[in-house]
């Protein structure tokens, strides 16, 4: 009898169990009547069960799911990705199940992120990938209701922002983007990960994105990949060097630099409390070294310098280490051309180093020797060749003579998991000291 009770009557019995999770749970299995009215209850104590640890994970995505389900809807519209046409589906019909099962995949993602939207009072932390932007967004940034955008927005409050694309879905990263600029003000950190775009024509995505990061008050590190059309870097880059701003971090992988004039003399201007800067896998940066420019320091603050894997003439190499930061700690030359002298830059310019990572020359020894006489706080080694196991040998000897000297414990020196076996194949060394 009580299954067909009225729902404010349930409602009213439900509220004295509302601190016994338990018999909710139970509720949940009688009736749909019964789910909702049990849900929304549940639903209040989400996060308090939580924190007690009384409440998994599995099972509160399991209480999501069924409240999503509940709600009172039996026809709505899904625009078919395949066919790019509206379909409408009733519940009670299973003509089509897998057209069906995806649109109800679609619907509870969107419903339940809208949910999560105007629930929530402040949202800190948003990460969306490639198959976000097609699936779950399936046209003009829909899953952000309108009203979302209102002064009460919980979106502006976000504070760190990744985008994990790629560059094919354009348009809709370009919405995103927007979408974005319009409310989040001030995002610390972003971090874009493909999704502008390969050719000339993706001019608007790279304008879009570069509308996004000067809009930010408060953006203190930024990391952005795979970027090849020299225009859409050049905006991205014009942005940065407009907000003149308090940047910290900032990361390039796999960036073509090659038509970008005055890179670093742009982002000195206006990055001078810039601590970590990563060039990884960037191409040749040598049109982008004026000389004049590094005639004083600049990045003063600079604690880590990373160009593995990008193209840096001798020359230029010495230029950097001479301009950048005299307390320079952490540099990683890995993947550099084989034949610099990159130990003797580093001894000659950076005498505080306290972490390295490096190839080095035949004349290793030498270069060894030189560097623990003027580098003086070192704590990590890390060198990539391929020698010979006598010359491995070699190696260690004199750094083991080091920290003899230097009253320092090796923690570990090795090459994969193979130990000495891979590091007579490659010369693999890697040396921490305690």
């Not at 389900?69 to 625009?79: A, E």
């Not at 600029?181 to 304008?207: H, P, T, W």
Request: aromatic letters at 14%.
């Amino acid at each position: 009898m009580t299954i067909n009770l009225p729902s404010d009557c349930l409602a009213h019995i439900f509220s004295y169990f509302e601190f016994d999770v338990k018999s909710l749970h139970s509720f949940l299995f009688v009736s749909r009547n019964w789910c909702l009215n049990v849900t929304p209850i549940l639903w209040k104590r989400t996060f308090y069960i939580t924190f007690r640890n009384s409440f998994s994970s599995r099972k509160r995505s399991k209480l999501i799911s069924t409240y999503l389900l509940c709600l009172d809807w039996n026809w709505y519209s899904y625009q078919s990705l395949d066919e790019q046409r509206s379909i409408n589906f009733d519940k009670k019909k299973y003509s089509d199940y897998d057209d069906y099962d995806e649109c109800r995949k679609l619907y509870l993602t969107r419903e339940l992120i809208n949910h999560f939207i105007r629930r929530s009072i402040t949202i800190d932390y948003l990460a969306l990938t490639a198959n976000d932007i097609e699936f779950i967004i399936p046209s003009g940034f829909c899953c952000f209701p309108l009203e979302c955008w209102h002064h009460n927005n919980a979106l502006k409050y976000i504070q760190t922002f990744i985008f994990n694309g790629n560059n094919t879905f354009n348009n809709k990263c370009y919405e995103l983007y927007e979408a974005l600029a319009l409310c989040c003000k001030s995002i610390k950190f972003l971090s874009i990960q493909g999704g502008i775009g390969d050719n000339s024509n993706d001019s608007d995505v790279g304008e879009s994105l570069a509308n996004l990061i000067q809009n930010q008050r408060h953006l203190v590190k930024f990391s952005l990949w795979d970027v090849q059309q020299s225009n859409q870097l050049s905006s991205i880059i014009k942005a940065i060097t407009l907000r003149k701003g308090k940047l910290k971090y900032l990361e390039f992988r796999f960036c073509n630099f090659s038509n970008c004039d005055l890179l670093f003399e742009n982002l000195a201007k206006s990055c001078s409390e810039l601590t970590t800067l990563k060039l990884i896998k960037c191409g040749d940066i040598q049109s982008n070294l004026n000389p004049i420019t590094f005639s004083t320091p600049i990045f003063p603050d600079l604690n880590c310098l990373d160009l593995q894997g990008t193209r840096v003439p001798s020359k230029s190499l010495k230029t950097i280490f001479k301009g950048v930061n005299i307390d320079l700690r952490i540099v990683h030359v890995e993947g550099i051309e084989v034949g610099l002298r990159v130990i003797e830059r580093i001894a000659d310019y950076c005498p505080n180093i306290t972490h390295l990572e490096a190839h080095v020359r035949k004349d290793k020894l030498l270069q060894l020797e030189i560097l623990f006489r003027s580098c003086k706080n070192l704590s990590s080694l890390k060198f990539y060749e391929y020698i010979s196991f006598g010359s491995v040998w070699q190696h260690l000897n004199v750094i083991k003579k080091y920290s003899w000297k230097k009253g320092l414990k090796i923690k570990k020196h090795y090459a994969g998991n193979y130990r000495e076996l891979l590091m007579r194949e490659l010369g693999h060394v890697i040396v921490e000291f305690e």
